[in-house]
């Protein structure tokens, strides 16, 4: 038995070294018999049936020859004449052991088709598996797309609705300067809510993105602590929520680290605004700081939040770090929020390599134990970043400012010039450029304008700078 593509012989009752169906010997035949056209069949897959007499005239040859179906096989059969004859004569119980035997060998023959088939079936069974889980992530994917478009565009609405709402009525009521200062006050916090909502959004399309980019800054991490809570602090006596903290400078044995305050402040204020948000009237919430291991310069610090909020189910826990989750269907209306908050403090704590772990109970609260590594640092390192970001004073500085929509800019301009600056505006980048090139040597000192490099590659902006 050999593979027609190949020619490899895979069962050769004749020769017990396997070779190439291709190298195979003609039998030495009388003349007349054409050898190299059944040759041709059966290495083609044909079927079909020959005889021929050897060349000596001793022995009469028979050859049968057949293509197994489902398969690149092929069979060729070449019996002598007198093991035919012998087998013919044989008593019945040596021809059934004659045709048992050939049964045998073709039952072989079939159990490596079905191995065979069998093993091609499971490579295509598992191709499709792997088709149709790709297209589920793909309509996963376009469904948590709509589904983000869809709450998005509701959250959004919700405060312009609000603020648009606000200002036709105070149009309504120019004199009563009382509800002028009272909407004036909800405008500002509609406001507010509508810019966090954004920045959650663009915060978590970076880390998704992963272009989100950690400093390596030295700090005191207890005066970041009293940050954190003196933020916190004015929410929670806003909500009635009794905000407690242990004394951590005694757990702190290196309060000065290197690490990225921002996303620190903002990984403990989310959480902590959770707890906030999340607890009940006359409720508490409890923090403190622990030390961990220190080796190789660097120190582990683990913070525990415990509240008395209204906790969350374990069903829910499982997507408590999913965009967008909330518990309570109704939850992004009563507790306003995008939902992105817990999201935001995971990607951030997987990026600086910590870890967080919450246990949560549905009406008996919840805590968040979340643990980070800082490099350790020196106090003088840590002066030396306070001194550097000393802001100084831009009374009498001369601001080129690139801004080509009117209402940030009169803003810009408003805000620049109460510092003392004097602002010139320009609609795009590239009036900036001219604009710098026309004031020759002291523009080339910076002693004209000061400029800065874009985050983005703003429209107009030639190479992204940004001059202000």
């Known amino acids: 038995m050999f593979e027609r593509g190949t020619g490899d012989v895979l069962i050769d009752e004749w020769n017990d070294d396997l070779g190439n169906v291709g190298a195979m010997k003609a039998p030495d035949m009388e003349k007349g018999y054409d050898w190299d056209s059944v040759s041709v069949d059966f290495r083609s897959g044909d079927s079909g049936h020959a005889a021929f007499r050897l060349s000596d005239g001793s022995e009469t040859m028979y050859l049968s020859y057949a293509g197994i179906p489902y398969s690149d096989l092929e069979l060729l059969v070449i019996a002598p004449g007198s ?7 044989n008593n019945k119980r040596g021809t059934y052991s004659m045709i048992i035997a050939i049964i045998l060998e073709f039952g072989l023959f079939l159990t490596v088709i079905l191995i065979e088939e069998k093993r091609r079936q499971r490579i295509m069974e ?4 792997q088709l149709e889980e790709a297209l589920e992530k793909a309509n996963a994917a376009n469904a948590a797309k709509s589904r983000f478009l869809s709450k998005m565009s509701h959250d959004i609405r919700t405060p312009l609705n609000g603020i648009i709402g606000l200002i036709d009525i105070s149009e309504a009521n120019p004199d009563n300067l009382e509800m002028l200062e009272e909407n004036r006050k909800k405008e500002k916090l509609a406001a507010n809510h509508l810019l966090s909502l954004v920045n959650d959004v663009l915060n978590m399309s ?16 207890r005066k970041l602590a009293d940050d954190i809570l003196t933020i916190t602090q004015m929410r929670a006596e806003d909500a009635g929520v009794r905000l407690e903290h242990q004394d951590c400078k005694v757990n702190i044995p290196h309060p000065y680290v290197y690490g990225s305050p921002l996303h620190v402040r903002q990984i403990f204020v989310n959480i902590l605004g959770n707890a906030i948000k999340y607890n009940k009237t006359g409720g508490s919430i409890i923090t403190r700081i622990e030390s961990g291991k220190c080796e190789n310069g660097i120190i582990w610090y683990t913070c525990r939040i415990a509240d008395t909020g209204i906790g969350m189910s374990s069903e829910f826990l499982e997507h408590l770090f999913d965009p967008f989750a909330q518990e309570k269907v109704d939850a992004r209306s009563v507790y306003q929020g995008s939902g992105l908050g817990m999201s935001i403090a995971k990607s951030l704590i997987d990026k600086m390599g910590g870890t967080i772990e919450v246990k949560s109970e549905q009406g008996a609260g919840s805590e968040f134990v979340v643990t980070l590594p800082f490099e350790i640092a020196t106090e003088e390192s840590v002066r030396s970043e306070a001194f550097g970001d000393e802001s100084a004073s831009i009374d009498g500085v001369k601001i080129l400012m690139a801004e080509d929509n009117e209402l940030n800019r009169e803003i810009a301009v408003e805000l620049l010039r109460e510092k003392g600056a004097v602002v010139t505006t320009v609609n795009d980048g590239q009036a900036a450029v001219d604009a710098v090139s026309k004031c020759g040597d002291e523009c080339a000192s910076g002693k004209a304008y000061g400029y800065r490099q874009s985050d983005t ?3 107009g902006s030639p190479a992204g700078l940004s001059f202000i």
């Open 457 to 459: 590659d703003d429209i």
């Open 126 to 129: 598992g191709r499709r598996i």
């Open 83 to 89: 093991v035919c004859m012998a087998a013919a004569n």
């Open 206 to 221: 970076k880390l998704e993105e992963d272009k989100v980019e950690l400093a390596h800054e030295a700090f005191d991490i």
